[in-house]
């Protein structure tokens, strides 16, 4: 089955609302990130943070590993957050592989 | 610092070509990560180098696919006799060299088989 998953899908905002982004994973884990992508755009790191919460602007990410999760809050939306953010680990197999298994992306949509 | 740098950001071939990808990864970074994005599969894990080692390369297609890292500054992603199914992002990512390390991604190539 699916490693990362990722919801919602997709998620429609009106400027000045909030978000809360969902990352669930199945296996135990080296590091956590969190990345934006325009379309066509490049991954931007948001955080890395395989444990605890971070802040960075209007931007809060929290990974809980007891309970497999991370999340991504971002407060006061504008319509220049809208794109897909991507979360993705390193699994803890042991192996010192490095690789980052990607969720599917949450797909962002910010209305004046 | 420039970060990841990736040529070309375009490169369209025909059927059967074949197709050489380059990555500069961060100086100082000592692993080097390629992966493949396209709309159906998202992002997908090709290979790993580590110190110029080919660590894992469990992602790669085995046939046609190769990738190589002849020195520190830079690594190939070479792919043979080109299909349509291989036009995708294909990103170049690097890190420090300790195990769940921040990676730093590259612009990517956009790979468009004709």
């Known amino acids: 089955g699916q490693q990362v998953q990722q919801s919602p899908a997709s998620l429609v905002l009106q400027e000045g609302e909030n978000a809360e982004l969902q990352c669930n994973f199945s296996t135990s884990l080296n590091s956590m990130q969190w990345f934006y992508q325009r379309p066509g755009g490049s991954l931007v790191s948001l955080f890395y943070n395989p444990s605890g919460t971070k802040h960075s602007g209007r931007l809060t990410s929290t990974t809980v590993i007891k309970e497999r999760r991370s999340s991504l809050h971002i407060s006061s939306s504008q319509t220049t957050d809208s794109g897909t953010y991507l979360c993705a680990l390193e699994r803890n197999t042991g192996a010192n592989t490095g690789k980052l298994t990607f969720g599917h992306g949450t797909i962002l949509r910010v209305h004046p | 610092n420039a970060g990841v740098i990736q040529t070309p950001r375009h490169k369209v071939t025909g059927k059967g070509q074949e197709a050489t990808l380059w990555c500069e990864p961060i100086?100082?970074?000592?692993?080097v990560f390629w992966y493949r994005q396209t709309i159906v599969q998202g992002l997908e894990f090709l290979t790993y180098f580590r110190n110029q080692a080919p660590i894992d390369d469990s992602g790669m297609p085995k046939e046609r696919f190769s990738a190589q890292m002849p020195n520190q500054s830079h690594s190939t992603l070479k792919i043979q006799s080109t299909q349509p199914q291989d036009s995708a992002v294909y990103l170049c990512?690097?890190?420090?060299?300790?195990?769940?390390?921040?990676?730093?991604f590259g612009p990517g190539t956009r790979l468009t088989v004709l």
């Open positions: 990512a690097s890190s420090l060299d300790r195990r769940g390390q921040e990676q730093y």
């Open positions: 100086s100082g970074h000592s692993a």
